[in-house]
């Protein structure tokens, strides 16, 4: 088994790696609005859930290097949830991947990436960044904590956000269960391949 000590490789090549191996990842489209109210969405595929009690999510927006177009390492997504505290984490389903994929164009901040995307803005209930119609299960959040774990390109940062609101296409919810089927998630291997969630098994947790 190749033993690899991340001191001697570079921020790219453990990148690589960890993307690679730790797979399938699902996928988060968040929104966001910035303080003069320009709205933004972005796919995240470092995105978990956290626990229940309060409902608790997180991503992370990796920081990038700087350059002369962008005012600092913080990608668009983070520097709206730092100045506002609200985001909305949409669910991604096939017929959505395209389209999600499409808003990790690396635009300006003044680019409305629903408008790039073709994607449909519709109003929160309790935040301020709208969901995206398209999607079939929103969770508008408030922000907890954000969380650097380091500094420079490559970054990690980690976002927590309390789930105040759950909106769920009516056709997947039976009594708090998800119709898996329906609901059609993908996911993201390395590189430019995703992947179905389609097939599936069950192993009984034991007792």
């Known amino acids: 088994m190749l033993s690899i000590n991340p001191a001697n490789h570079s921020v790219l090549e453990l990148y ?4 690679g191996l730790i797979v399938p ?3 988060a489209l968040v929104s966001t609005i910035d303080q003069n109210g320009v709205p933004n969405v972005a796919p995240f595929s470092f995105f978990s859930g956290v626990g229940s009690n309060p409902p ?3 991503f992370c927006p990796s920081l990038r290097s700087a350059g002369n177009d962008r005012p600092d390492d913080r990608k668009d997504t983070l520097r709206n949830v730092e100045q506002t505290g609200e985001f909305v984490i949409n669910i991604v389903s096939d017929a959505l991947a395209a ?3 499409a808003t990790a164009a690396d635009v300006g901040p003044e680019v409305d990436e629903f408008v790039l995307a073709g994607l449909t803005a519709i109003p929160s209930e309790a935040v301020r960044p709208p969901r995206v119609a398209e999607s079939p299960a929103q969770f508008e959040c408030k922000l907890l904590q954000i969380i650097f774990t380091g500094h420079g390109n490559g970054a990690g940062v980690v976002v927590l956000g309390e789930i105040v609101r759950f909106h769920v296409r009516a056709d997947l ?3 708090f269960r998800i119709d898996q089927a329906k609901l059609d998630a993908v996911g993201r291997m390395a590189g ?3 992947v179905h969630t389609r097939e599936r098994f069950e192993l009984e947790r034991p007792k």
Do not use: C, D, F, I
């Open 16 to 19: 690589k790696l960890m993307t």
């Open 192 to 194: 430019n391949t995703w």
């Open 56 to 58: 608790t999510v997180l």
């Open 99 to 101: 389209a999600s994929n």
């Open 173 to 175: 919810e039976s009594n």
């Open 25 to 27: 990842r699902p996928v």
